[in-house]
């Protein structure tokens, strides 16, 4: 049919239609009608037709489309939607069927729910429902559209989560911030602003700042607002204080900022405030504390400093810049340690670093240099500093000036000593008178009547006897006094316990067990093992008197390490690794008092003639000369626990020196002897001459070169180390190897001196004999020496 014969009426219908289809599928809008005939018994009959908009909406076609209301909601609406969908349109229709009366005018009614598509898809429906009666009121059809809104209900979900993200965000934050117009009419306010007023976050919006705060504050905050959108510009932070109702003052940290419209006016003012009430009073605090430490530490007579985590000086008081004459700047970092003496800066060095690591207490003394450039003792005590987190502050140290009680100290020590030179010189007195007794009169009975060769040869034996027993105190003096001649090994200390245990099992009583408790991984110990066997061998026999009625004498072994933690509390104990030895038994103990004379020279509980009161002294000295620690623990009753610390030795332990051989092997070789006592010189003599030896005698260095520079030719040099006229047995050697290169020598001496001997005899690999010697020990020595490589040119 040609359309252009049609009716223009009919023409502009279908253009309406079309219009109208492209408008609801650009809308995403469908519409749908229902019929309904109400039948002889009063029921419903219904029958809906679906437009093609709707169909594409539902995604199904329209023909198939033609389910009553009830099977549609069933069939097409969500299950959580379904009874209110029900209970809406069972509602809606009983209504309008309620209505036969000419000219009523039913309501509509619009409800939102999901439908799932066949394919699974779930979409978001608004839908709007009207009735449609005839003139006399009766229902004729209902009609109503749907509109999928998917897209935007994801857009207004999506907004709103912003919108409570973005105020849940507002309403956490610490500070105030709420929007106000350029009239002070609030357009939002946070949480926060809320909680400081006692006010729901509701009730800002439409209020006024005066009906918030009183009319002098208003002031000054519309003022500020007004500034802000004038301008256009925001206002950075600053302080400001508030009084409420209340009479509270609070102290705040405001800022503004314009906020502007579509046009880019700016309409409203943001604001945000901080409370810093509590800052300002713990700053305050902080004032107030620092202002009474500083008090504190100025009036105090001491030295105070303080450090950071680092170590860094971070305070000095008054006293320190009053007593070094440096300003304070120059003295906080590490500045300090210039003024510290520079023999002990390595040592509180040594402090510092462990503090630091260890976070702990500590003492130290130190010299610190005066405004005059003097030097003085002076006692830190170092206290860490903890946050109440317990994080770790730095220390806090305060030096107290103890130069005159280290002068004190001092007199007593040299008090005490020349109290201890007193019993050592009435006991060697007493001794010596002993044996020189002894001595004496055996020689003069040897002298009454030299022809008898039995009675000479008894005396004689006696009087090397006393001899050998004046020898003996002669060593343990020597040991006491830290002047032995000392030659220490690499030692397997476990094994020389081993050993001496199995030594002392006979000397000791049958009712006294041995106990070993020896280290398993042992480090190697540095000390002299005859004197070390000496020692356990006192100290054993100390333990074996102390038990008359049994017990058990136990030997323990331990590796230990010493830091400056411990040498603070025992300024004779130096850092290092060392090796414990401990020899403790089950006997009396000791008291108090008698525990604090045990080292002492000559002195003994023991009955007289049952011990000379030098072990435990000889102990003592053997162990400070070799660089060791003695600690001595013990209880009356309990028993007593010495413990001997070695210092640690790196390498393998080295084999012993042999012996001297047993057989008395002389010479016809010339040896030059250097003795200055004119005894001990008659005496080397006689013997070198009875062994077959030509000999050259000196008094002192000057007579010995005098002999070398004369042309005298000999075979060894044999010189004491101590001689008068400045010049010692090592420096004659010197000087003589100057001309023989190939030289031989031995040197002999009775103490060392600052151990200026083991030096000497291991610079020049020259072996020592130790006085007083026998015949046999000097005939050995002698011929070991001649016998030995010649020195090196």
Known sequence: MDSSNANPAEALIRESEMFLRRAQNMAKLGHWITTVTIQPDGSFKAATRYGAAAAEILGRPSEELDESDEDF????????????????????????????APGAKPRYYDNSYRIVRPNGEIRNINEMVEGVVSDDGKLRYIMGTIQDVTEQKAMETALADSRALLREIIDSMPATISVRDIHGRYVFANATLAA?????????????????????????????????????????????????????????????????????????????????????QMEAALRESEDRFRNIADSIPALVWMSDPSGKCIFLNKQWSSYTGRPVADELGHGFVDSIHPDDRARSGEVERTILAQHCHATDEYRLRDKDGNYRWFLDTLVPRFAADGAYLGHIGVLVDIDERRGFEEKLRRIQRLEVVGQLAGGIAHDFNNLLTVVIGNLDLIQSDPKDSERVSRLAASALQAGERGAELVHRMVAFSRQQTLDPHQID??????????MLRPTLSARIAIELKLAPELWTAFADPGQLEDCLLNLALNARDAMPDGGTLTFETANRVFDTTHTARDSELKPGAYLMLSVSDTGVGMSPDVLA???????????????????????????????????????????????????RSVGAVAAEPPPPAAQIVGGKETILVVEDDALVLAFVVEQLQGLGYSVLEAHDGAAALAILDAGTSFDLLFTDVMLPGGMLGPQILEEMRRKRPNLRALFTSGYSEDHVLPKACDANGIRLLQKPYSRQ?????????LDSRAAPA
């Open 777 to 785: 020990h000097l005939a050995a020595e002698i011929r070991a020496a």
């Open 196 to 280: 400081f007023h006692h006010r729901p976050v509701e009730w800002f919006p439409g209020r006024t700042l005066d009906q918030v705060y009183d009319a002098g504050y208003v002031r000054h905050v519309l003022e500020a607002d007004r500034q802000v959108i004038e301008s256009g510009q925001k206002h950075a932070f600053h302080r400001t204080d508030y009084r409420d109702p209340r009479g509270f003052t609070t102290a705040w940290l405001t800022s503004r900022a314009p906020l502007h419209d579509a046009a880019g006016k700016a309409k409203y003012v943001v604001s945000i405030g901080l409370d810093i009430t509590e800052l300002k």
């Open 597 to 647: 004379q045990a080292v002492q020279p000559f002195f003994t509980t023991k009955e007289v003639g049952k011990g000379s009161g030098l072990g435990l002294s000889m102990v003592y000295g053997f162990l400070k000369q070799s660089g060791g620690h003695l600690d001595i623990y013990s209880e009356a009753g309990l028993g007593t626990s010495v413990k001997l610390y070695l210092p």
């Open 73 to 100: 909601i069933r069939h097409f609406v969500h299950p959580d939607d379904r009874a209110t969908c029900l209970r809406l349109a069972a509602d809606y229709l009983k209504e309008l069927t309620s209505l036969q």
């Open 493 to 502: 200390l476990n094994e020389v316990v081993t050993r001496m245990s199995e």
